[in-house]
């Protein structure tokens, strides 16, 4: 069963500076991996998601995979109060049945004004 | 733009009630999920379907049962609740996307047993 960690399990950053997420997983066969977010009372919501090694930048969102080190990690540049949220990071296998994720416990961002 | 409705937002029972979760997608997707989250777990996935009459059993299946109705329709049933299953339940869904596949979430439903 795929296992996937983030750290830190909170992360406090004042506005304006860059915001740093991490996730590893266990499964070199995985996939694609999410970058979900989730604000309080509400459902998870994509946000980016890679599938080749190397990385990807989205508008203020850049996220790193490294497969050989079972790594990704997600950087806000100019962190807004509004990023403050749980940020959940999500796995996928190759050939997985019907789609499924596989989430970690999440990072909870606070932007500080 | 990508719709899941979840009903009832909040439900109180008690231990041993009989409680059903509520799903609908107007996405047009095949694939639907039930997950519950807890602090420290992230999101568990308890039964998914790839489209109606159809059931796969996901990570913590235990004393939950699901049925799909319909390709919108997903319903989650907790026969004999326990206070256990106090949590916060998701559906979504889901199609395939080209390289992955992005799951749409409903905004939850808050299950207390008591």
């Known amino acids: 069963q795929e296992k996937v960690q983030q750290s830190p399990e909170s992360l406090i950053v004042p506005e304006g500076a860059m915001s740093s997420l991490n996730c590893t997983f266990s499964?070199?066969?995985?996939?694609s991996i999410w970058w979900y977010q989730q604000h309080p009372g509400k459902g998870p919501e994509a946000l980016i998601s890679i599938f080749s090694n190397g990385n990807k930048k989205e508008g203020r969102l850049t996220v790193y995979l490294n497969r050989a080190s079972l790594h990704v990690s997600l950087h806000i540049r100019d962190s807004q109060p509004s990023d403050s949220a749980v940020y959940l990071c999500a796995v996928s296998h190759r050939g997985s049945a019907l789609g499924r994720l596989h989430f970690g416990a999440g990072t909870q961002l606070i932007v500080i004004p | 733009e990508a719709a899941v409705t979840q009903s009832p937002r909040n439900k109180v029972t008690v231990t041993g009630g009989n409680v059903t979760l509520s799903c609908r997608q107007t996405n047009s997707h095949n694939y639907m999920y039930w997950y519950r989250q807890d602090t420290g777990h992230g999101l568990r996935l308890i039964h998914y379907s790839y489209g109606a009459g159809n059931l796969q059993i996901g990570d913590v299946p235990d004393g939950y049962k699901a049925t799909r109705t319909t390709q919108e329709d997903f319903f989650l049933l907790l026969e004999l609740a326990s206070p256990s299953q106090t949590s916060l339940y998701f559906c979504?869904?889901?199609?395939?996307?080209?390289?992955?596949?992005?799951?749409?979430f409903g905004p939850g439903t808050r299950l207390t047993v008591l």
């Open positions: 979504a869904s889901s199609d395939w996307g080209g390289s992955s596949y992005e799951q749409y």
């Open positions: 499964n070199s066969a995985s996939q």
